[in-house]
Nanobody, 122 residues
Framework: QVQLVESGGGLVQAGGSLRLSCAAS????????MGWFRQPPGKQRELVAT???????NYADSVKGRFTVSGDNAKNTVYLEMGSLNVEDTAVYFC????????????????WGQGTEVTVSS
């Protein structure tokens, strides 16, 4: 079994920065893809950014140039550096990892973090 634990959310003023972290723990697994999603109040969950273990990144248009996703494969951790935050970035942020388990090498599994709240005040 794999667990994802997030940290780094909080309250920040508009224009400020925050860094989110998400670490995977467990045994006999390898990460294929990592990413961040968010769910603003009253809205559906949406993609923020993803990164493969090879370093290929993908960003939502709304965060390009302001957010940076990175990964530490040795630590099984994905980060999200958020800058120039605005009130529209207020949301619960979830990390997601696509994982392969040693016991099932032909199958990938999707795991989600518990979510961390980011609130941007004007």
């Amino acid at each position: 079994q794999v667990q994802l634990v997030e940290s780094g959310g909080g309250l920040v003023q508009a224009g400020g920065s925050l860094r989110l972290s998400c670490a995977a723990s467990g045994s006999d697994f390898s990460i294929v893809d990592m990413g961040w999603f968010r769910q603003p109040p009253g809205k559906q969950r949406e993609l923020v950014a993803t990164i493969t273990t090879g370093g290929t990144t993908n960003y939502a248009d709304s965060v390009k140039g302001r957010f940076t996703v990175s990964g530490d494969n040795a630590k099984n951790t994905v980060y999200l550096e958020m800058g120039s935050l605005n009130v529209e970035d207020t949301a619960v942020y979830f990390c997601k990892m696509i994982i392969k388990m040693s016991r099932y090498p032909s199958t990938t599994f999707q795991y989600w973090g518990q979510g961390t709240e980011v609130t941007v005040s004007s």
